[in-house]
T-cell receptor, first 114, second 111 residues
Protein backbone atom coordinates (compact mmCIF):
# COMPACT_ATOMS: atom_id res chain seq x y z
CA UNK A 1 0.00 0.00 0.00
CA UNK A 2 1.64 3.23 -1.15
CA UNK A 3 -0.73 5.69 0.52
CA UNK A 4 -2.07 6.86 -2.84
CA UNK A 5 -5.51 5.53 -3.77
CA UNK A 6 -7.06 5.79 -7.20
CA UNK A 7 -10.62 5.07 -8.27
CA UNK A 8 -11.96 3.53 -10.33
CA UNK A 9 -9.41 0.84 -11.14
CA UNK A 10 -10.96 0.23 -14.53
CA UNK A 11 -13.11 2.46 -16.72
CA UNK A 12 -14.69 1.91 -20.11
CA UNK A 13 -16.27 4.91 -21.75
CA UNK A 14 -17.61 6.00 -25.09
CA UNK A 15 -16.27 9.02 -26.89
CA UNK A 16 -19.29 11.13 -25.94
CA UNK A 17 -19.22 10.27 -22.24
CA UNK A 18 -18.04 12.41 -19.36
CA UNK A 19 -16.27 10.70 -16.49
CA UNK A 20 -13.87 11.58 -13.70
CA UNK A 21 -10.87 9.86 -12.20
CA UNK A 22 -10.18 10.34 -8.51
CA UNK A 23 -6.97 10.24 -6.54
CA UNK A 24 -6.45 10.59 -2.80
CA UNK A 25 -3.18 10.56 -0.91
CA UNK A 26 -2.73 9.92 2.81
CA UNK A 27 0.95 10.84 2.98
CA UNK A 28 0.67 14.49 3.89
CA UNK A 29 2.33 15.51 0.64
CA UNK A 30 1.81 18.86 -1.02
CA UNK A 31 2.42 17.96 -4.65
CA UNK A 32 0.24 15.73 -6.82
CA UNK A 33 0.67 14.55 -10.38
CA UNK A 34 -1.18 12.91 -13.24
CA UNK A 35 0.80 10.64 -15.56
CA UNK A 36 -0.30 8.74 -18.64
CA UNK A 37 1.21 5.31 -19.29
CA UNK A 38 0.78 3.81 -22.75
CA UNK A 39 2.24 0.58 -24.01
CA UNK A 40 5.89 0.79 -24.99
CA UNK A 41 6.17 4.48 -24.08
CA UNK A 42 7.81 6.21 -21.15
CA UNK A 43 5.57 7.63 -18.48
CA UNK A 44 4.17 10.93 -19.73
CA UNK A 45 3.73 13.71 -17.24
CA UNK A 46 0.37 15.47 -17.74
CA UNK A 47 -0.23 17.82 -14.83
CA UNK A 48 1.48 18.90 -11.63
CA UNK A 49 -0.10 20.62 -8.65
CA UNK A 50 1.96 22.17 -5.87
CA UNK A 51 0.03 23.33 -2.80
CA UNK A 52 -3.21 23.09 -4.84
CA UNK A 53 -1.88 25.33 -7.61
CA UNK A 54 -1.30 23.94 -11.08
CA UNK A 55 2.36 24.37 -11.91
CA UNK A 56 2.65 22.17 -14.96
CA UNK A 57 0.44 21.43 -17.93
CA UNK A 58 2.45 19.37 -20.33
CA UNK A 59 0.58 20.36 -23.51
CA UNK A 60 -2.34 18.16 -22.58
CA UNK A 61 -5.50 18.43 -24.75
CA UNK A 62 -8.38 20.30 -23.19
CA UNK A 63 -10.52 17.15 -23.15
CA UNK A 64 -8.54 16.35 -19.99
CA UNK A 65 -9.36 18.75 -17.17
CA UNK A 66 -7.64 18.42 -13.79
CA UNK A 67 -8.99 19.65 -10.48
CA UNK A 68 -7.20 19.85 -7.14
CA UNK A 69 -9.57 20.99 -4.38
CA UNK A 70 -7.00 20.39 -1.63
CA UNK A 71 -3.54 18.90 -1.20
CA UNK A 72 -4.93 15.41 -0.59
CA UNK A 73 -7.29 15.08 -3.54
CA UNK A 74 -6.82 15.24 -7.27
CA UNK A 75 -9.33 14.65 -10.04
CA UNK A 76 -9.06 14.22 -13.78
CA UNK A 77 -12.25 15.08 -15.62
CA UNK A 78 -12.63 13.43 -18.99
CA UNK A 79 -14.91 14.42 -21.85
CA UNK A 80 -15.12 13.61 -25.56
CA UNK A 81 -12.06 11.39 -25.41
CA UNK A 82 -10.54 9.60 -28.37
CA UNK A 83 -9.62 5.90 -28.66
CA UNK A 84 -5.93 6.86 -28.54
CA UNK A 85 -6.53 8.18 -25.03
CA UNK A 86 -6.90 4.60 -23.83
CA UNK A 87 -4.09 4.06 -21.34
CA UNK A 88 -3.25 3.60 -17.68
CA UNK A 89 -3.60 6.90 -15.83
CA UNK A 90 -1.41 7.14 -12.78
CA UNK A 91 -1.63 9.57 -9.93
CA UNK A 92 1.41 10.32 -7.80
CA UNK A 93 2.32 12.52 -4.88
CA UNK A 94 5.50 13.90 -3.40
CA UNK A 95 6.70 16.36 -0.82
CA UNK A 96 8.23 19.28 -2.70
CA UNK A 97 11.40 20.91 -1.48
CA UNK A 98 12.89 17.76 -0.02
CA UNK A 99 16.31 16.54 -0.98
CA UNK A 100 15.89 13.31 -2.95
CA UNK A 101 12.24 13.99 -3.65
CA UNK A 102 10.48 10.76 -4.61
CA UNK A 103 7.16 10.11 -6.25
CA UNK A 104 4.67 7.73 -4.69
CA UNK A 105 2.25 6.25 -7.20
CA UNK A 106 -1.26 4.88 -6.99
CA UNK A 107 -2.26 1.70 -8.80
CA UNK A 108 -3.75 3.62 -11.67
CA UNK A 109 -7.00 3.67 -13.60
CA UNK A 110 -7.00 1.53 -16.72
CA UNK A 111 -9.05 3.53 -19.20
CA UNK A 112 -10.54 2.16 -22.39
CA UNK A 113 -12.20 4.56 -24.82
CA UNK A 114 -14.52 2.91 -27.33
CA UNK B 1 21.39 -11.99 -17.25
CA UNK B 2 22.08 -8.47 -18.56
CA UNK B 3 20.00 -5.97 -20.49
CA UNK B 4 20.80 -2.78 -22.29
CA UNK B 5 17.66 -1.02 -21.19
CA UNK B 6 15.76 0.67 -23.96
CA UNK B 7 17.33 -1.47 -26.68
CA UNK B 8 16.30 -4.76 -25.05
CA UNK B 9 12.95 -4.34 -23.35
CA UNK B 10 12.73 -7.88 -21.96
CA UNK B 11 15.24 -9.67 -19.74
CA UNK B 12 14.73 -13.33 -18.91
CA UNK B 13 16.65 -14.87 -16.04
CA UNK B 14 16.54 -18.13 -14.17
CA UNK B 15 15.38 -18.13 -10.58
CA UNK B 16 18.36 -17.80 -8.29
CA UNK B 17 20.57 -16.04 -10.81
CA UNK B 18 21.60 -12.42 -10.53
CA UNK B 19 19.89 -9.87 -12.78
CA UNK B 20 21.40 -6.72 -14.20
CA UNK B 21 19.13 -4.10 -15.70
CA UNK B 22 20.79 -1.20 -17.46
CA UNK B 23 19.74 2.32 -18.20
CA UNK B 24 21.42 5.10 -20.15
CA UNK B 25 20.56 8.64 -19.18
CA UNK B 26 20.92 11.66 -21.36
CA UNK B 27 21.70 14.67 -19.24
CA UNK B 28 25.05 15.00 -17.53
CA UNK B 29 23.45 17.61 -15.24
CA UNK B 30 21.12 15.02 -13.71
CA UNK B 31 22.02 14.61 -10.07
CA UNK B 32 19.47 12.17 -8.70
CA UNK B 33 18.37 8.79 -10.01
CA UNK B 34 15.67 6.36 -8.97
CA UNK B 35 14.73 2.81 -9.87
CA UNK B 36 11.06 1.88 -9.80
CA UNK B 37 9.43 -1.52 -10.06
CA UNK B 38 6.01 -1.91 -11.62
CA UNK B 39 4.17 -5.17 -11.17
CA UNK B 40 1.19 -6.11 -13.27
CA UNK B 41 -1.89 -4.17 -12.21
CA UNK B 42 0.03 -1.83 -9.94
CA UNK B 43 1.67 1.55 -10.12
CA UNK B 44 5.45 2.00 -10.03
CA UNK B 45 6.98 1.41 -6.61
CA UNK B 46 10.22 2.93 -5.38
CA UNK B 47 13.09 0.46 -5.07
CA UNK B 48 16.29 2.40 -4.56
CA UNK B 49 17.82 5.75 -5.36
CA UNK B 50 21.27 7.28 -5.73
CA UNK B 51 22.69 10.77 -5.91
CA UNK B 52 25.38 11.77 -8.35
CA UNK B 53 28.00 12.13 -5.60
CA UNK B 54 27.90 8.36 -5.15
CA UNK B 55 28.73 5.54 -7.55
CA UNK B 56 27.17 2.65 -5.66
CA UNK B 57 24.36 2.11 -3.23
CA UNK B 58 23.07 -1.13 -1.77
CA UNK B 59 19.69 -2.15 -0.51
CA UNK B 60 18.16 -5.48 0.36
CA UNK B 61 19.18 -7.78 -2.53
CA UNK B 62 19.47 -4.77 -4.84
CA UNK B 63 22.43 -2.61 -5.78
CA UNK B 64 22.44 0.48 -7.95
CA UNK B 65 25.60 1.48 -9.78
CA UNK B 66 26.14 4.88 -11.33
CA UNK B 67 28.79 5.60 -13.93
CA UNK B 68 28.75 9.31 -14.61
CA UNK B 69 31.53 9.11 -17.17
CA UNK B 70 29.35 7.18 -19.61
CA UNK B 71 26.00 8.30 -18.14
CA UNK B 72 24.98 4.80 -17.24
CA UNK B 73 22.89 3.43 -14.41
CA UNK B 74 22.34 -0.20 -13.53
CA UNK B 75 20.21 -2.15 -11.11
CA UNK B 76 21.53 -5.45 -9.87
CA UNK B 77 19.18 -7.93 -8.23
CA UNK B 78 20.81 -10.76 -6.34
CA UNK B 79 19.28 -14.25 -6.29
CA UNK B 80 16.36 -13.26 -8.49
CA UNK B 81 13.01 -14.61 -7.35
CA UNK B 82 9.67 -15.06 -9.15
CA UNK B 83 8.34 -12.08 -7.21
CA UNK B 84 10.92 -9.90 -8.92
CA UNK B 85 9.10 -10.32 -12.23
CA UNK B 86 7.99 -6.84 -13.21
CA UNK B 87 8.87 -3.85 -15.38
CA UNK B 88 11.73 -1.80 -14.02
CA UNK B 89 12.07 1.90 -14.78
CA UNK B 90 14.96 4.20 -14.21
CA UNK B 91 14.23 7.87 -13.67
CA UNK B 92 16.48 10.89 -13.56
CA UNK B 93 16.00 14.28 -12.00
CA UNK B 94 17.43 17.17 -13.92
CA UNK B 95 17.47 19.51 -10.98
CA UNK B 96 13.76 20.35 -11.14
CA UNK B 97 10.83 18.69 -9.46
CA UNK B 98 10.12 16.59 -12.56
CA UNK B 99 11.43 13.09 -12.87
CA UNK B 100 12.16 11.87 -16.39
CA UNK B 101 11.37 8.19 -16.84
CA UNK B 102 12.85 5.65 -19.22
CA UNK B 103 10.72 3.23 -21.23
CA UNK B 104 11.38 0.36 -18.85
CA UNK B 105 12.72 -3.19 -19.00
CA UNK B 106 10.55 -6.21 -18.38
CA UNK B 107 12.17 -8.80 -16.13
CA UNK B 108 10.89 -12.36 -16.50
CA UNK B 109 12.01 -14.98 -14.01
CA UNK B 110 11.68 -18.61 -15.00
CA UNK B 111 12.14 -21.67 -12.79
Amino acid sequence: ETGVTQTPRHLVMGMTNKKSLKCEQHLGHNAMYWYKQSAKKPLELMFVYNFKEQTENNSVPSRFSPECPNSSHLFLHLHTLQPEDSALYLCASSQPGQTNEKLFFGSGTQLSVL
Amino acid sequence: GESVGLHLPTLSVQEGDNSIINCAYSNSASDYFIWYKQESGKGPQFIIDIRSNMDKRQGQRVTVLLNKTVKHLSLQIAATQPGDSAVYFCAENKGTDKLIFGTGTRLQVFP
